[in-house]
């Protein structure tokens, strides 16, 4: 299961923990905080370092759900031959005060806009959303039919919060 991220002894389980350690230690590009902008749900991703595999732990920093608590860990990535690809894993349910469930989904990285585009990993994939799920409606989002809709083509996924995507040439205005 690996281990989850520590800062000065403690386990992350606050925003101001995991500022300090997105501050203090030496950071991948998909490594920092994030929210999922559906279930105003923020987390940490951070690299499991004590695993020969790169893999990284998805971590609650806060969350408005009850049935979860800043420090849980709600999931794991795993890159794919793609560099900018990952494999998301995201728990569903709790049983017996253990999260599980795993939901998979594919996961593509865009740094320039800071965000983690989502999509279902198979058509065939059903989602329940059951009243134990976590991040409802992320998952309700992802298991809609595609109904002629304009907010249906909006893509789900994550936003970075931290740290902040470096600014482009193409962000500054140009003076001739």
């Not at 991703?45 to 420090?71: A, E, H, M, W």
């Not at 994939?125 to 907010?151: C, E, G, H, T």
């Amino acid at each position: 299961m690996g281990t989850l991220p520590i800062f000065s002894g403690q386990r992350i389980s606050d925003m101001g923990a995991a500022l300090d350690f997105c501050r203090e230690a030496p950071l991948d590009k998909i490594e920092g905080i994030w929210e999922f902008p559906a279930d105003n749900t923020v987390v940490l991703i951070s690299r499991d370092r004590s695993q020969p595999k790169t893999f990284y732990n998805i971590i609650v920093v806060s969350t408005p759900d009850c049935r979860l608590n800043p420090g849980d860990k709600i999931g794991e990535m795993t890159p794919s031959v793609d560099q900018n690809k990952y494999l998301l894993s995201l728990y569903r349910s709790q049983k017996n005060n253990l999260l599980s469930d795993p939901g998979k989904c594919s996961a593509i990285f865009n740094d320039k806009d800071g965000t983690i585009k989502v999509e279902a990993r198979s058509l065939k994939v059903k989602i329940s959303s059951r009243i134990y799920s976590f991040l409802p409606q992320f998952w309700r989002l992802l298991s809609m039919f595609k109904v002629n809709d304009p907010a249906a083509s909006l893509p789900d996924g994550l936003v970075r919060i931290y740290p902040y995507p470096a600014p482009s040439k193409a962000d500054y205005p140009r003076y001739l």
